[in-house]
């Protein structure tokens, strides 16, 4: 279920059609995702964040949390992978209903290469980068980092 950054539902054909009026007015549409552990699961909150369009101050978003069980993700990269798999496949059904959309996809991984995530940066770029994506990670992954990151918790 997604729900608007005010935290009220709305259905994905609604989120479809704000994301083509934005697309329109020449705005980027950011894709991000994080995650959390828990005692017991791993909850993946994942973003679509419409911002940059002419004559917009400012910018909105939609998320979606997906629940499973930690045993599931057991390691770190497992869970990064996972991160970028759910944004690449919402990128895919967003292109799939409007292929002309610009789509950003924000990965939470570190630039620096001495952070825990920052080994793997790489492998996560090139995975969204061969999937036909542009992609930022830390510190400019913004959508991931901070917006997806506050409804992972």
């Known amino acids: 279920m997604w729900?608007?950054?005010a935290g009220i539902r709305v259905g994905i054909e609604h989120i479809f059609r704000e994301i083509e009026k934005h697309s329109k007015n020449n705005g980027v549409t950011f894709?991000?995702?994080?995650?959390?552990i828990t005692?017991?699961?791993?909850t993946?909150?994942?973003?679509?964040?419409?911002?940059?369009?002419?004559?917009?101050?400012?910018?909105?978003y939609f998320f979606k949390k997906e629940k499973?069980?930690?045993?599931?993700?057991?390691?770190?990269?497992l869970r990064l992978l996972k991160e970028v798999e759910l944004s690449i496949q919402l990128g895919y059904?967003?292109?799939?209903?409007?292929?002309?959309?610009?789509?950003e996809i924000h990965i939470d991984a570190?630039?620096?290469k001495t952070e825990p995530t920052g080994k793997f940066a790489d492998m996560l770029m090139g995975y969204a980068k061969g999937a036909g994506f542009r992609c930022k990670i830390k510190p400019?992954?913004?959508?991931?980092?901070s917006i997806a990151d506050k409804h992972s918790k």
């Not at 993946?44 to 909105?60: E, K, M, N, P, R």
């Not at 059904?93 to 789509?103: C, R, S």
């Not at 400019?140 to 980092?145: G, K, L, T, Y």
Request: hydrophobic share 25%; charged share 15%.
């Open 3 to 5: 729900h608007s950054g």
């Open 31 to 36: 894709i991000g995702c994080d995650s959390q």
């Open 39 to 42: 005692r017991n699961q791993c």
């Open 44 to 60: 993946f909150s994942t973003v679509i964040c419409l911002h940059g369009a002419d004559g917009q101050s400012g910018g909105y």
């Open 68 to 77: 499973t069980q930690r045993k599931s993700y057991p390691t770190m990269v």
């Open 93 to 103: 059904k967003i292109l799939e209903q409007h292929p002309q959309v610009d789509i």
């Open 110 to 112: 570190n630039s620096k």
């Open 140 to 145: 400019e992954a913004w959508a991931s980092n």
